[in-house]
């Protein structure tokens, strides 16, 4: 884990958040963000799935994003620093419109958006923004992107939801119908 320290005091309510991301190597980074009289504290944890879950691992892209974050928030004010994370908040999937209109809202905004979005569940089949190192090298504000929401296995039922619009269970398609009944 590595973190940065930002000296600021962040003018609205601000409280400890966390953030994941992955890249397109499939490593996760951790963000856990704590404000306190010191200034705001960012401690950022790579990780990497396995058969039980997830590890830490040593990743240089860590120090990347240290310095991404150093170059882009130190010398900004507490607004600056408010609103670049409300934006990473407030980023929501967008799910195509064919997909809501054959599985409806109600699915699509329970399983095809970021179900684990402070990795509490830490759930190795959710979807997460992926960090797009080019734009970090850069300095863009705006350095993550969406991923691709399909195909997506719902664990809690044992559920493939192919690109196609299908409902797969146990190899075979079912309807939207009895994917609520199960």
């Not at 150093?70 to 990473?88: C, G, P, Q, R, W």
């Not at 090298?137 to 493939?160: A, D, H, N, W």
């Amino acid at each position: 884990m590595k973190h940065i320290t930002l000296k600021c005091t962040l003018e609205h309510c601000f409280m400890r958040k966390r953030y994941i991301f992955t890249d397109k190597d499939s490593f996760y980074y951790l963000w856990q963000l704590d404000f306190s009289e010191y200034g705001l504290t960012i401690d950022i944890t790579a990780l990497r799935q396995n058969d039980d879950g997830f590890i830490t691992v040593d990743n240089p892209r860590v120090e990347m994003l240290i310095l991404y974050l150093k170059d882009m928030l130190e010398t900004k004010n507490s607004t600056f620093v408010a609103k670049f994370f409300d934006y990473i908040n407030d980023f929501e999937f967008q799910v195509e419109e064919k997909y809501i209109a054959t599985f409806g809202e109600k699915f699509c905004n329970t399983f095809l958006v970021e179900q684990d979005r402070e990795f509490v569940y830490k759930n190795k089949y959710a979807k997460h923004p992926i960090i797009d190192f080019e734009k970090i090298k850069k300095r863009e504000l705006l350095f993550f992107k969406q991923p691709e929401l399909l195909p997506f296995y719902i664990s809690e039922v044992g559920m493939q939801v192919t690109k196609e619009a299908k409902l797969l269970k146990d190899s075979k398609e079912i309807d939207i119908e009895t994917f609520w009944t199960l």
